[in-house]
């Protein structure tokens, strides 16, 4: 069974940095693309993607975070990363990874999300 576990939440001031991790166990051939989703308070807000990483470490943002936020990838570890600088209040939600996982016991990906790490910036 995979499991997505995510670190590095929490509280920051505006114009700060957060990293947050996302780390896959279980039985797991391999990580095809890796990517972060964010929901931010507000029961009409939708999940949006904040940005994605191939397993050939190319790497996308939504337009909100370009130049502000990094994402990466660890294929040996199954860890991906996500670097947050310049934080504003806006970037407030809570932060889901999710990865889409070839098991071991398979020759299909299945995608997989973690359990999610708030993070809340305050100007």
């Known amino acids: 069974q995979v499991q997505l576990v995510e670190s590095g939440g929490g509280l920051v001031q505006a114009g700060g940095s957060l990293d947050l991790s996302c780390a896959a166990s279980?039985?797991?051939?391999?990580?095809?693309?890796w990517a972060w989703y964010r929901q931010a308070p507000g029961q009409q807000r939708e999940r949006e993607l904040v940005?994605?990483?191939?397993?050939?470490?190319?790497?996308t943002y939504q337009d909100s975070v370009k130049g502000r936020f990094t994402i990466s990838r660890d294929n040996v570890l199954n860890i991906v990363y996500l670097r947050m600088n310049s934080l504003k209040p806006e970037d407030t939600a809570v932060y889901y990874c999710?990865?889409?996982?070839?098991?071991?016991?398979?020759?299909?990906?299945?995608?997989?999300w973690g359990q999610g790490t708030q993070v809340t910036v305050f100007s």
């Open positions: 999710t990865a889409d996982v070839q098991p071991s016991d398979r020759e299909t990906y299945d995608t997989y």
């Open positions: 940005a994605q990483i191939t397993r050939g470490a190319v790497a």
């Open positions: 279980g039985s797991i051939l391999r990580v095809n693309t």
